[in-house]
């Protein structure tokens, strides 16, 4: 296995910010909704911060950093077979951004939350608490949403566990930085992976996003943060 | 007044023979509703309560102790419907309720509990007091949905 001999920047602060506040909320959503009782209030609050934060990295996946955006890491199979390939074989499997596989699990993950804190907007929980938007909903339709929003939860961990395992395998069998690199934005690379010239979007058009994402959210729930 | 006394005592023990009778006699279609209204109700008066705890409503004391006083006679009243007879019916209730009744009662009596204490603190018209046993209760409530009922 060639040594990693290049730190390369890779995730700009938005994206690392994104990730780790993103992990925090959804261990709190998970755990508040387990809790129920007067959690229940503050499992709903999470899942409209969680809901904006999936906002702002669709939003950041047009018009952030290189390595944030959907356009640079979406492959087609061939590409994603060549990757497991090479990431099954003993040769190193760096990459500069999202690897191929990586790059559609971020898609699964973001539909996952976002099918996640959408139906939780309608859900009821037949006790005392209901989403923002159940007013506008019958019953029954209500009833149908919560019963996805129950399913999708088993289907959401799976693929948490799934994202965490191939970090575990990347880290511990290939080697790579990858936590680390979450933290600082750096990754090593050897020498031979192919750094593509990469832009950094401005930290302050994020906070923008974010802030529109925000509004967006408010505007729909009608509640304060 | 010997004689008095006898009647009453068999018009009581008819009537509590009669009483008796039909929920043994009622029909498990019957026995769904009477559980499925009890449990209709309860949310009813539930639910603003919790909507008073969020802030959603303003707080009033006296609606709150009127509703937890009407939630302790309705918690008692859902059990009643929970006949073996209805496990054909088609409702949410998971086949647990049946295979597990033990836990499914105890998940029962846990709920009246709580609603009892709630009941309790009502009456002294103390928010935080209130909140704090209403997400006692809310919680004693979802821990049997989430075991016997389907979603």
Redesign the interface.
């Given at each position: 296995m060639s040594e990693p001999t290049r730190a390369v920047k890779v995730w700009d602060l938005p994206v690392r910010l994104f990730h780790w506040l993103l992990v925090a909320l959804f261990l709190f959503s998970l755990l508040s909704g387990k809790m129920k009782g007067n959690w229940m209030e503050w499992h709903m609050y999470s899942g409209f911060a969680i809901l904006a934060l999936v906002i702002f990295r669709i939003l950041w996946g047009f018009a952030g950093s290189t390595h944030a955006r959907f356009s640079s890491f979406l492959a087609g199979p061939g590409a994603c077979l060549r990757f497991a390939k090479r990431l099954l074989s003993k040769a190193p499997a760096y990459v500069a951004g999202h690897n191929p596989i990586g790059g559609w699990m971020v898609i699964i993950l973001l539909l996952s939350l976002l099918l996640q804190a959408g139906t939780g907007l309608f859900a009821n929980d037949d006790i005392s608490i209901e989403g923002p938007l159940y007013k506008f909903v019958s019953k029954e339709m209500s009833d149908r949403l919560t019963a996805i929003h129950y399913y999708n939860f088993n289907v959401m961990v799976f693929f948490v566990f799934t994202h965490v395992a191939a970090v575990v395998f990347h880290v511990f069998v290939k080697k790579e930085n990858l936590v680390s690199a979450m933290f600082t934005g750096t990754r090593n690379l050897d020498a031979a992976t192919e750094v593509p010239a990469a832009r950094f979007a401005s930290s302050w058009l994020a906070l923008i996003l974010f802030a529109l994402a925000l509004v967006a959210v408010y505007l729909v729930v009608k509640r304060p943060f | 007044m010997k004689k008095k006394m006898v009647m009453i005592a068999v018009v009581a023990a008819l009537g509590a023979g009669a009483s008796f009778q039909a929920a043994a006699q009622a029909k498990p279609e019957q026995l769904v509703k009477q559980r499925q209204s009890a449990m209709v109700l309860i949310?009813w008066y539930?639910?603003p309560?919790?909507?008073m705890?969020?802030g959603d409503r303003p707080f009033d004391a006296a609606v709150v102790a009127r509703n937890a006083g009407y939630l302790e006679v309705l918690s008692k009243l859902p059990a009643e419907g929970f006949q073996p007879s209805t496990k054909d019916e088609k409702t949410k209730a998971k086949p647990e309720v049946w295979s597990d009744k033990a836990k499914f009662d105890k998940a029962m009596e846990n709920m009246q509990g709580e609603i009892g204490k709630l009941a309790q603190v009502a009456k002294g018209g103390d928010m935080g007091a209130i909140?704090?046993q209403?997400?006692?209760?809310?919680?004693s409530?979802?821990?049997c949905?989430d075991d016997f009922r389907m979603?």
């Open positions: - | 949310g539930f639910g309560i919790g909507a705890m969020r909140k704090t209403f997400g006692a209760t809310g919680k409530c979802a821990a949905h979603k």
